[in-house]
């Protein structure tokens, strides 16, 4: 064997899990097919729950020292150009939500991975190596040639094009309204909200929306998400979305002369629905976007991806110290997985549906949130798990 255990990737979802596995004890075997660190295709939005996996994980000092830029409110804009505005705070002391450029985020998760005892390697999984059924292993391709590494449990972090999980999901891709398309980029120069996240429902962009994250004080990450089957039926591509929510009036007047528009890219979402489906096979599970964990109303991520770590580590954990990792035993991820995470997945996936199905929803909730706030402020307080809100007056 090369390993108790190989993580294909090495994202928030791959570096979590093997670092969590690290500090158990297990042997294990952390691929990527690039170098750390990488940039990655996102809004940099991290939320106070992803944090505190991450100190349970040993992280904190790292994370504190990090730099990362601190959000303690929220402006969202309405179809009809409302705007409602509120402060909030993480739920729990130690954690916070950070703007973290995924290039230095995912370093510092990857690094720490390696510091706590995985083993890093650059190389591209290609395939599962399969005996039957049962997954013992990767063919892999670096250095210019292909191995076959073996190991008791392979885990499929390699986010929306995972190769393990496409081997295991055969067949087509999940129907447009579970996918969603987004494109991103760094401006420099414009003039940022302190301290504050913006979201822009567009009537173009819905259930999707246009968001501008600060990273300083004429520094955001700006971007538009779309869902796939929109997408299809509208007439703009991605980058005339873009241009269309930059030149917007939430936005246009606050570009400053000479503004730049860096590193434009855009990749896919594949959102979870919070019906069951597979995730636990024998000798393989899937983490992260690799198991379609994503948010559908707030295209988030990385909270799902870690929470679905911390999951597959410990049945992994107990599976390998008990000497049994069996698919009986293996199995038990997708039961917990989906206590974990079910909820949340159906409660975001019925509100997108309402949204896209009638997106005057929008503006009746900015009304009804106007007239009561204090209701507003503990309806949403009851629903989120790490975040206080206070909406502004
Ligand atoms: C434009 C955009 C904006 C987003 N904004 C947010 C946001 O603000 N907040 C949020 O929470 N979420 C956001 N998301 C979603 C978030 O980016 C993902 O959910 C998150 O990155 C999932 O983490 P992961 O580790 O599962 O996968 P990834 O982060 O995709 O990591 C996968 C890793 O696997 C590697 N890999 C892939 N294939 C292979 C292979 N065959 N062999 C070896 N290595 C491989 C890749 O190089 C990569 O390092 C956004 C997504 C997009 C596209």
Redesign the pocket.
Known sequence: LDADVIV????????AVACDLARRGVDVLL????AFP?D????????PG?IEILNALGMGDKIRSAGFYPIRGIRIGSPSGRTWDAAFRAKRAGAEFYVAP?REF?ALIQGHAVESGARFER????SPVFDGDRVVGVR?EGNGRERRLESRIVVA????????ARALRPGPKPPGRHRS????AYVEGIETLANRVEFYFDKAFLPGYG?V?PLGADRA?V?V?VRVDRYRKGAASLEELMTRFLESRAIGGRLKRGYRVENR?????PNGSGRPARKAYDGALL????AS??DPL????????LVSSRVAASVIGEAISAGDPSFSRLAAYDARCGEALGPLLVRSSRVQSWVARAPWWVDLLFSVADANPSQTESILNRLSSDFVVRVDD
Not at 181 to 184: C, D, G, L, M, P
Not at 287 to 290: E, T
Not at 298 to 305: D, M, S, V
């Open positions: 294909e990737g090495a994202g928030p979802a791959g570096s691929l990527d097919r690039e990488r990655k295709t996102c809004g940099d939005g991290v939320p992803s995924r995912d190389a591209a999984v290609k892999v972090a390699g986010g929306a094009t995972s190769a393990i398309v987004a494109i991103r968001w994250f990450n971007g998400i890219r855009s990749w896919q979402l983490v992260g976007d690799a964990l994503v707030t295209g988030e991520g990385i909270h799902n991806a």
